[in-house]
């Protein structure tokens, strides 16, 4: 059984996966209560499935990029229940995780964080063979940048978009723009995607060394943002 946790931004997703199906999952929006509501929530959901830490057999993480705190606590727990459990540990980059809920799409897809004041952390993903695979590291940036970057490649949209930003999405679309907004529910970063992708690096032996493994930030906590 494999646990996978998120908790990158402020919505923090819980799965367990056995390697063939996904046995339990959660997510919800936290206001920034990630230290309080992360481990009763594993506890519970390791109850409802009758299981006990020493059951799990993996442990999986979002890795960033993301809020420093919430990065932070999700590695530290991960990284605690690999210890003491001996057990292997994967790490995988946050954007990631949104670009495996997508189906195949004839372009690009372009998958978003929110970064706080009005920015976001976007990552452009080309398909290959069966899964997207990044196209450029991710970035920074304002709607308006990654809005006047797309070009007439079709681009498929998904992660955290607000309400603001959808007006502008689709005001993009209007004007000619290929851009198409995923759904809602497709837009959702869930842990049965990150655990998805933590067994296939698991059944290739590719795991992390907690001692080494880190959060992938855009900027160094404690410098201030440009």
Sequence with gaps: MLLAIDTATRVISLALHDGERVLAETSWETANHHTVELAPAVQEMLGRAGLTPARLKAVAVALGPGSFTGLRIGLGLAKGLAAACQIPL??????????????????ELIAVL?????????QRFGWTVNAWEPLEEPAIMDWETLLGQLGQTPALLSGEVSAAAIQKVVAAAASGQALTLAPAAARLRRAAYLADRAWQRLWRNETDNPDTLVPIYLHQPGVPHP
């Design 90 to 107: 994967i790490g995988v980059p946050t954007l990631e995780i949104l670009a495996a809920a997508q189906p195949r799409f004839d372009g």
């Design 114 to 122: 929110a970064a706080g004041r009005g920015r976001i952390c976007a």
